[in-house]
């Protein structure tokens, strides 16, 4: 099993819909989950963290669900600007210094 | 404030020759790191430091080298170009105790025929 796993897409969605992506991790014991946001042939930059209670930013939703090793992000009333790369990212052990970051979902947002 | 600054942005080598790709940060970060990104994969870790003078391997370190000699700098260095380091790569630094929060250069844009 991968250490992180996505399912790469891509996700077309019309304006508007409410798109969900999961993300697995093979290491029970990571300590922190993170979201990252890809534009094209862009550099990565953190969307959000993934708090254990589950956190919301605005249109953006983020869970994680320790028993089955899998972290969500939803996304409602999409927009065009949202179109891009969501990239999982997970911190195996808590102070490590190195990140691991899954191949990201495209998601494709149109008119 | 720069943030992360990477030269250059696109460069082509022939196969065998040598080159540096600069990364320099002006946030006082202790903690920097060099990936690479393939068409449809993820970030690669290359090789990372979290201080100056102190640089460790990540997951692909064969084929470079890097350097740590101030805060601000870590460049990595590509001996004997090959094809299959043919690739985009990106810098990033962090604050220690920050881990989340990782600030990314804009990329390197690298092809070796």
């Known amino acids: 099993r991968k250490e992180v796993e996505q399912d790469p897409g891509p996700f077309n969605v019309p304006e508007g819909a409410t798109v969900a992506f999961n993300c697995t991790y093979s290491?029970?014991?990571?300590?922190?989950f993170f979201w990252y946001r890809q534009d094209c042939r862009k550099e990565p930059k953190l969307l959000m963290s993934?708090?254990?209670s589950g956190n919301e930013d605005g249109r953006f939703t983020a869970q994680l669900n320790r028993a089955s090793q899998y972290i969500s992000l939803l996304i409602r009333d999409s927009k065009l600007s949202d179109s891009a790369t969501y990239l999982c990212?997970?911190?195996?052990?808590?102070?490590?210094?190195?990140?691991?970051f899954g191949k990201g979902t495209m998601l494709l947002v149109s008119p | 404030n720069a943030g992360v600054t990477q030269t250059p942005k696109f460069r082509i080598l022939k196969i065998g020759q040598s080159m540096t790709l600069q990364c320099t940060q002006d946030?006082?970060?202790?903690?920097m790191y060099w990936y690479r990104q393939d068409p449809g994969m993820g970030l690669k870790l290359i090789y990372y430091?979290?201080?100056?003078?102190?640089?460790d391997k990540g997951e692909v370190p064969n084929g470079y080298n890097v350097s740590r000699s101030t805060t601000e700098d870590f460049p990595l260095r590509l001996e004997l170009a090959a094809p299959s380091q043919t690739s985009v790569y990106f810098c990033?630094?962090?604050?220690?105790?920050?881990?989340?929060?990782?600030?990314f250069g804009s990329g390197t844009q690298l092809s070796v025929l």
């Open positions: 990033a630094s962090r604050h220690r105790g920050q881990e989340e929060k990782l600030f």
């Open positions: 430091s979290v201080g100056a003078g102190i640089t």
């Open positions: 993934v708090y254990s």
């Open positions: 946030m006082n970060h202790n903690y």
């Open positions: 290491n029970s014991a990571s300590q922190s």
């Open positions: 990212v997970v911190n195996p052990f808590s102070g490590y210094s190195t990140l691991t």
